[in-house]
């Protein structure tokens, strides 16, 4: 920013607004070292500038070397900020904590710092406060809007924003310095020691295990040398790793790329580099669309299931049901869905459709379509259906905690899941149920259709999602659910979630799919028929809980 103020062009006011005020000073207090040092002569200001100095607020709390030295070169520009006369320009100071005092002047580059910090409260955000900071800003050359922090967590407003920016969503251009990239953080070698750590490195590239909790295994240090880290930078790694009892306290202060520098407080269940392996996939674009019928709910919306493209629709497509005349592949696709609410706000409800078919090659499933949206519960239900026989009459899953269970966040009226399941079930055969335990089929009660997720599920399905991951047993096609995967822990009291703001409707359809798909339901077999007389709507009961 002093660059373009002081060399490329006059009249470009800056201003800097970080977390707190103090680190707001410290940034400015660099500003003025950086003034100190500059040649005087391309400093002094012209006769025309002179009036400029005299300014009536506070003198400036800089060192008395600087005010007996620039005493004409620098002016006060209210609290804590300055102007460089003949230059034109000024530099205004903010905080977070104070918005503010961000409003009003006529800015060309602000540099909001600790971004990961500022702080979310009832009455502004950090949305809002860079808002405030940044709308007068045009986008046109000699401007500058930089974010910039040491990486606190995942889902916070810095994490999205970078995320954005690395996707080419945003404006932003994404920049990460790796501690290997900052020459301090190097460490020379005793005569003799230099080869012989050459040597380690190269043997222990293919180890997997740490020797204790204080070293990194040896893979990862081969990665840093593949990274481009030189080998006096790994030998400090090796030596400052030992300080820390826990890889992500070093990541955290010290991170090697991006991701590693993403570390947040609670246990990350997904390995995120398997997490990225699944990334290559995400390059397909899909078709968007819905999936209609020749009516728009009940029954007759199952008749004529049909694609109608629509850039504006929430079905994404990435391969349509394959059927071939005169051959079926039985147990082929499956479609899951987990409930979400009405509202804008609430969480989303997400239909998803795998491809079992991979699974004949050794592969994994696949996930061919998708549906995420906000809607009445029934809609939905009609929704998934009709996806669902478009899909060849594919196996329903209904993820039916949010039917059963009065939710607050949700607007449930009761148990509704008797009702709009056994609806579905009366014109639509292939739908999940859950195997009733002696006690309920004792007493008579009804079948429970839908997959309910409970404190026995949950573990159970997520475990088997961990394995999934880490063994690349399945093909992704959305890069939104791979970005739920990195935002999903394991919390203090044992139970696992999405980290506060962010959601995990799509992880839980693929947990959910996953573990039917790959455990429950029969493997697919491709079969050869003389006629239509092929048997559809078989019911699904492969169901363990």
């Known amino acids: 920013m002093s660059w373009l103020q002081m060399v490329k062009q006059e009249g470009l006011n800056s201003l800097i ?9 410290e940034i400015r207090d660099m500003f003025l070292r950086m003034i100190d040092s500059y040649p005087k002569e391309l400093l002094e200001p012209s006769t025309n500038d002179t009036q400029l100095t005299t300014h009536n607020s506070k003198p400036s709390t800089h060192s008395s070397k600087h005010k007996a030295t620039n005493s004409k070169l620098t002016a006060p520009a209210g609290p804590g900020g ?44 950090p949305e809002d406060m860079l808002r405030s900071s940044c709308s007068g800003i045009l986008y046109k050359p000699m401007t500058l809007i930089l974010l910039e922090s040491t990486a606190n967590g995942t889902g916070n407003f810095f994490h999205t924003e970078y995320q954005a920016a690395k996707k080419g969503e945003s404006q932003f251009t994404p920049l990460f310095v790796a501690w290997y990239e900052i020459p301090q953080y190097s460490l020379s070698f005793n005569e003799g020691e230099r080869e012989n750590f050459a040597r ?33 930078a790994i030998h400090w790694y090796v030596k400052e790793r030992a300080k820390y009892s826990d890889h992500a306290q070093m990541a955290s202060e010290y991170p090697s790329d991006d991701i590693e520098a993403f570390v947040h407080s609670g246990t990350r269940v997904f390995d995120r580099y398997r997490v990225e392996d699944l990334r290559e996939d995400c390059t397909l674009m899909p078709q968007r669309g819905e999936v209609c019928g020749d009516e728009p709910s009940g029954p007759g919306s199952l008749k004529n299931p049909r694609f109608v493209k629509d850039n504006q629709g929430s079905l994404k497509v990435w391969d349509f049901p394959q059927i071939v005349k005169g051959e079926r592949i039985t147990d082929r696709y499956l479609t899951v869905v987990d409930i979400g609410g009405r509202s804008l706000k609430a969480d989303w ?71 709009l399941l056994n609806q579905i079930r009366a014109v639509y055969k292939n739908l999940y149920y859950r195997r009733a335990n002696p006690e309920d089929i004792r007493q008579g009660k009804p079948v429970k259709y839908g997959f309910h997720t409970n404190i026995v599920t949950k573990p159970l399905i997520i475990a088997n999602l961990v394995k999934v991951v880490r063994e690349g047993l399945y093909t992704e096609r959305d890069p939104q659910c791979l970005d739920e995967f990195l935002t999903y822990e394991q919390r203090q009291n044992g139970s696992y979630g999405a980290i506060s703001g962010k959601h995990d409707d799509l992880l839980m359809t693929r947990a959910i799919g996953l ?31």
């Open 515 to 545: 573990h039917i798909a790959l455990n429950e339901m029969p493997p697919p077999k491709r079969v050869l028929i003389s006629n239509d007389s092929y048997i559809r709507n078989r019911p699904g009961n492969y169901a363990s809980f």
């Open 82 to 125: 300055l102007k460089v006369p003949s230059r034109n320009f000024k530099v205004k100071v903010g905080s977070a904590e104070r918005p503010q005092s961000c409003l009003g002047g006529d800015y060309s580059l602000v540099h909001c710092s600790e971004v990961a910090y500022w702080k979310k409260t009832r009455l502004k955000t």
């Open 17 to 25: 607004v970080a977390h707190q005020h103090s680190a707001t000073s």
């Open 349 to 419: 409800s997400v239909i998803v459709v795998f491809d079992r078919e991979p699974m004949m090659q050794s592969k994994g499933p696949e996930v061919v379509a998708q549906w995420r949206g906000h809607t009445d519960f029934d809609l939905l239900a009609w929704n998934a259906a009709r996806i669902a026989k478009f899909y060849d009459d594919s196996l329903l899953v209904i993820e039916s905690n949010t039917l059963e269970t009065r939710d607050r966040d949700r607007n449930v009226e009761g148990d509704q899941s008797h009702f």
């Open 200 to 232: 380690a490195l190269l043997e222990g590239k293919d180890n997997e295990q740490p020797e204790n909790d204080r070293s990194q295994p040896g893979a990862y240090l081969w990665w840093l040398w593949t990274k481009g880290a030189s080998l006096e």
